[in-house]
């Protein structure tokens, strides 16, 4: 048996679950890779707090494994793969400039992308205009849409939080233990776009001053648990975070510039704001009491 243990994605993987992983492999050979990640996941019990399989999470730490030379896995799908790309649709966007004062297109709300059309529609709006695109985003997430009436002004994301964060990580005060354990009560705003053709002054702060009052309780519905803590990064080289300030989110620092390879300089700096969605989100954050929905500061 391997007796090393492997962390990945914030998990810690003992030899006995990587021979339960291998076990798996040999018994359900026929089982294409996506259901041989669900499968293992139910195994080796790898979920959300929800009780949600992180499937792409284990797909990608199989393929690990695989060049490790520990498992061998069933070929990539590539027919599937062809077939969800030929069926994205191209869209027509209404580009009519929006501008003005934010309370000319009062009330401002936020809606919830649901899987199907919607979410087709703000991915390709991500996909077009937002400087990341629409990448994979791993965990639980919710997308919106900033709307007047029926007008789309914009999209929000909120996903998973960074799994190490200096800056963050020294000002809750916790232990290494607690943040795993804990770490899915801070979501991550990764991604806020206002269209190009929309300049009306104080929408963004505007949106996320939303998001911050109805953000824990959306996710309580949809994930069973409410977050305590936001956070989000700029690009300090295209942005100031003036937006992220007008919303009262609290400045910590900045990155160093790692990325995932560790090595400094080989990514843009990026300024670190955080938002307590309650008063004694350090004490959830390090187990001192239980989290729970509460009304927003």
Not at 12 to 34: G, V
Not at 80 to 106: L, M, P, W
Not at 240 to 260: F, I, P
């Amino acid at each position: 048996m391997d007796n090393k243990d492997r962390v990945y994605s914030g998990r810690t993987f003992k030899p006995e679950d990587i021979e339960m992983i291998k076990w798996a492999r040999r018994t359900y050979r026929n089982l294409p890779r996506s259901e041989l990640a669900s499968t293992i996941c139910e195994l080796i019990g790898w979920t959300t707090p929800s009780g949600t399989a992180k499937r792409v999470q284990c797909k990608a730490f199989l393929g690990i494994l695989e060049e490790e030379g520990l498992i061998d896995l069933p070929p990539v799908d590539t027919t599937r793969q062809y077939k969800c790309t030929v069926r994205r649709k191209e869209y027509e966007f209404e580009t009519k400039e929006r501008n003005g004062a934010v309370g000319e297109y009062e009330p401002i709300k936020l809606e919830i992308a649901r899987a199907g059309e919607e979410m087709a529609r703000w991915r390709a709006y991500v996909e077009k205009y937002h400087i990341l695109g629409d990448k994979i985003v791993f965990g639980s997430r919710l997308q919106y849409f900033i709307k007047s009436g029926e007008i789309e002004l914009g999209c929000m994301q909120f996903s998973a939080s960074a799994w190490s964060l200096s800056y963050r990580d020294n000002w809750i005060g916790w232990t290494i233990d607690d943040r795993k354990n804990r770490l899915h009560l801070i979501l991550n705003n990764s991604r806020f776009l206002l269209f190009p053709w929309v300049h009306i002054k104080n929408l963004a702060s505007k949106a996320l001053s939303l998001a911050s009052k109805r953000i824990q309780r959306d996710w309580l519905q949809e994930y069973c648990y409410a977050p305590v803590l936001l956070e989000t990064f700029v690009d300090t080289e295209r942005y100031q975070g003036v937006s992220y300030m007008s919303a009262n989110w609290v400045y910590l620092g900045d990155t160093k510039g790692a990325g995932r390879t560790g090595k400094e300089g080989t990514k843009s700096r990026k300024a670190i704001f955080v938002y307590p969605l309650q008063k004694d989100f350090k004490e959830c954050l390090r187990g001192e009491k239980p989290y729970k929905v509460v009304e927003p500061l």
